[in-house]
């Protein structure tokens, strides 16, 4: 075989600290987008990704919203799926072992009705092999109890993560709601608490009327608005946050190429999350993971963490 | 195995106002496409309108590598896709979702559809004709020019009967009541159906009334198409226990008496 010349490549380092969970990238698969991985199965390889973050699971098993449960928007979507999820004890047995096997990072999505369904969720994870972190719902739109309620309020907040770190020795990160008055203060009295990370935004509170009927669009009336539309808002908070507060931010919202990614770091994030743009491109997470690494090559940028937080004022 | 191609655009023909023919070159899709598996299309490179559309696979062509939808243009996104031209490309995930079941015994198989739901049915026709299945096929319309996959039927000389709401071919009224005419003596071991909700709740309780299984091919708004996002979902009664299913990888095709309709 004669001697191939090898292109001169820079070892481009990407790997980020999320709180204690250490990232291969940052690119990560926000929750409820991406199943349990084995959904996307052909398009993704797991071990690739900086984390998967499994949909949002609870105590007991939830069936969800009934249907119509997405809509449409200009540049997004509205969903309303009320967090159906097979609940804790079938994930760790039919879900968890699948996801092990492939080599992710495992970032459970937890949520609850109560503060101690959350802490009850975080000891039984706390048990399981293979989990890196929590990722904290306290900001779904979508369901009657728990979910946004908690994440609006800053004592609640506090209760509930002091609750989760009582009881499991994991990072915890915190999902923050947009849908509040002053995100600082909610960030603030999750770090107070104790929060490793936090992550940000979860969807916008949102709504559809479908005109010929003249009746909301879908059965629960109110959704949460995902997708490009909302990256402007994200990018907003977590440059916010990010001035605000010393733990590390996961940023999502609306990120569908390397440079939205870039956008997120820049405002401040050490990690981001692909959502809604899963939906559209199923192998979207690896080809941004790929854009990056060459983004950062033909830059001369050794080190993704020099971006973290450059635009910041 | 699902794969996202850049199909080439190879036939793209509106048949009557406002329904397309559509047939493009995908290798990979087309060789694994089963009948009532579907492609969910990306009818832009922009991010508006964001999401793929689904569409029932009509037909597939093995040897070329290619596979055809029949669609109706009903809202932006369909707008959009009927604006393509031959040659260029599309982005195509597929194929998608549980195709139609083909139990080992069956004899002789009626299919029912209305509308663009009828597209899922000839594909299906076709691949129950190569398998040796007797195949009879209830096509309903609104009016003669509008009975969908007709020529191709024809074209593949398989037996079919028509309805159309106007009368203007073959029996006047719906399509069910053609299945309600001849299930008597036709003595039918399987029913495939699709199309509008109300047609199939009414095949259901015929299917029923007769006891004769068989299978219906769902369609729903939705996101991912490959059971991710949750937003597809159906209500169904499976073990006498009813539960929320998703269209995309449950279905698109439920057995007859799964579905709960709602009037």
């Known amino acids: 075989m004669p001697d191939r010349k090898k292109k001169e490549r820079l070892p481009v380092n990407l790997s980020v600290n999320l709180g204690g969970i250490a990232l291969n990238n940052p690119v990560t698969v926000a929750s409820g987008t991406f199943g349990y991985g084995h959904e996307y199965e052909e398009f993704v390889d797991l071990d690739r990704l900086g984390a998967v973050i499994v949909k949002g699971t609870t105590l007991e098993p939830r069936c969800g919203n009934p249907p119509p449960r997405i809509v449409e928007t200009p540049g997004g979507m509205l969903n309303a799926i009320g967090l159906e999820n097979p609940g804790v004890e079938v994930f760790i047995n039919e879900h968890l ?61 506090k209760e509930v993560v002091a609750g989760i770190k009582e009881s499991t020795k994991l990072p915890v990160i915190v999902k923050l709601s947009p849908n509040v008055t002053d995100i600082v203060s909610i960030a603030k009295a999750a770090v107070t608490a104790g929060a490793d990370a936090l992550s940000l935004i979860n969807t916008v509170l949102g709504m559809a009327i479908d005109v010929e009927g003249r009746r909301p669009v879908l059965a629960n009336i109110f959704g949460g608005l995902s997708g490009p539309a909302i990256k402007p808002i994200a990018v907003r908070m977590v440059y916010q946050v990010a001035r605000e507060v010393d733990v590390p931010i996961l940023g999502m919202g609306g990120i569908m190429s390397h440079l939205d990614a870039l956008e997120f770091i820049l405002a401040g994030a050490t990690a981001i999350s692909i959502g809604t743009g899963n939906f559209v491109k199923p192998d979207i997470a690896q080809q941004v993971i790929r854009d990056l690494e060459n983004y950062l090559e033909e830059h001369g940028i050794m080190n993704i963490n020099e971006l973290i937080g450059a635009a910041i004022q | 195995m699902r794969k996202v191609e850049q199909a080439l655009i190879i036939r793209h023909r509106e048949i009557v106002p406002r329904y397309f023919e559509l047939e493009f070159i995908a290798p990979d899709i087309a060789r694994d496409a089963l009948p009532g598996q579907f492609v969910h299309i990306r009818v832009t490179k922009s991010l508006d309108p964001l999401l793929r559309r689904p569409f029932g696979i009509y037909n597939v062509e093995k040897k070329i590598g290619s596979v055809t939808v029949f669609y109706k243009v009903v809202g932006r996104g369909t707008k959009i896709l009927s604006d393509f031209h031959t040659a260029e490309t599309l982005d195509v995930l597929g194929p998608l979702g549980r195709p139609f079941s083909i139990p080992p015994n069956l004899r002789r198989a009626v299919l029912v559809g209305g509308g663009v739901g009828i597209a899922p049915l000839v594909y299906l026709a076709r691949v129950l004709c190569e398998r040796k299945v007797e195949v009879m096929v209830l096509l309903g319309g609104s009016t003669s020019g509008f009975l969908v996959g007709r020529d191709i039927l024809k074209r593949m ?42 047609m199939m709740a009414r095949v259901t309780e015929i299917a029923q009334e007769y006891g004769i299984d068989g299978e219906l091919s769902l369609e729903e708004h939705m996101a991912c198409g490959i059971g991710a996002c949750l937003g597809c979902a159906k209500e169904v009664v499976r073990d006498g226990r009813r539960s929320f299913a998703k269209v995309c990888t449950d279905g698109p095709v439920f057995k007859i008496g799964e579905v709960v309709f709602r009037a």
């Open chain 2, 157 to 198: 000389g398989i037996d079919h009967m028509v309805s159309t709401d106007d009368g203007s071919e073959g029996l006047r009224g719906r399509v069910t009541e053609l299945l309600e005419k001849i299930i008597d003596r036709k003595r039918f071991d399987y029913i495939y159906s699709c199309g509008p909700e109300p």
């Open chain 1, 97 to 157: 072992p699948y996801l092990q096997q492939k080599g992710a990072t495992i970032i459970v999505n937890i949520a609850g009705n109560t503060v101690e369904d959350y802490a009850a969720l975080a000891g039984i994870l706390d048990g399981e092999e293979g989990i890196a972190g929590l990722e904290v719902n306290i900001s779904c739109p979508n369901v009657e109890k728990g979910g946004l309620q908690f994440g609006t309020d800053p004592e609640m907040v």
